[in-house]
């Protein structure tokens, strides 16, 4: 004998739970951007599609005593990162707590897709996280502006700082993000120099070589977010500290306001990326030995700078020269005494 024991509680659940299926089915095709895959009463499941890369597949469960308990979400995607999906379905629980006793699906699925239209950086969540541990002073910010799809990042080292506006395209990471510094107290060509090398690391995320390697996998566009910004910061953190290689002292001001007061304190930044002082160079590099060309002092690679691109037998000539010359006052100086 089989007894089927159903409470008038339960014959009222199912009778809700059928009537707010019904009423899935013939709502959630209705809303933009979100596909219905499956409305059965354990769970219903839609797919919401903003972008190629801002995609996510909710999935709301029915628990035993629905609608007097919470639906539980949970959030899939490809590409969102896990962390960003697993705080919005927590959202989702809360939201749908405050809905209980009452129809909760098309709240919460309309709510996952609204924070998604909303959210815009999203899709960058992962990498703004990063960004965010690699901002360690106490003056370095990040704004986040959802709504324009920008953020600004604001680094500083010492009394030199940056500030960086991006965007992030809709189509992001397929298109890569455009860098802007908008201010700083750099001295002008390695402001030059970080704005050139920013565009070009952001460019290669997405853009293929032109020399083609056939042995290598076929080009996949990578996020280029995190890697011009972790450029841009290691940037403003390394020059102010960096020491010119000749003599060893700051090779940019202590104050940047100083900069262009100084003679002869001017920085070069030579072939390898490393500074000197005008003046620590310029002496260096009009000094013996000039056979095997001018190396960096500290990293060996071959110097090579516009304002000293003279062969080294010219330079052995000039030497000469200034000798001879040197020789010759000393011995009118001799015989004056
Ligand atoms: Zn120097
Ligand atoms: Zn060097």
Known sequence: MVFIVMSSDGEDCSAFLRAELEQVKKEVPRIENVKLIAAVPLLVRAEIKKTEHKQVAVTCMFQPAYPAEPLVTELRSKTLADRFLDGLAKVCDTEARKLKGKPQVLHVINFVKTFIEENTLCVCS?????????????????KLKQKASELVVKVHQEQYFLHIKISVPDNYPLVQ????????????FLYTHFKAQAAEIARRCVQPPLKKNPNQSPFVPKPSLLPTCEYLIECVKKYPLEKCQLCHERALP?????????RGRQIEKV?????????????FMKTPPFAEGKQC???????????WKVSSEVMETRWAHKQARQRELEEVADFME
């Open 126 to 142: 992962e990498e703004i996280s990063t960004i965010k541990r690699l901002l360690t002073g106490d003056k370095d910010e990040i």
């Open 177 to 188: 993000i455009t860098p802007e510094l908008t201010e700083h107290n750099f001295p002008a």
């Open 254 to 262: 202590v104050d940047p306001l100083t900069e262009s007061t100084q």
């Open 271 to 283: 072939y390898c990326g490393h500074l000197f002082h005008f003046m620590c160079l310029n002496k």
């Open 297 to 307: 002092p500290t990293c060996g690679k071959q110097i090579f700078h516009d304002k």
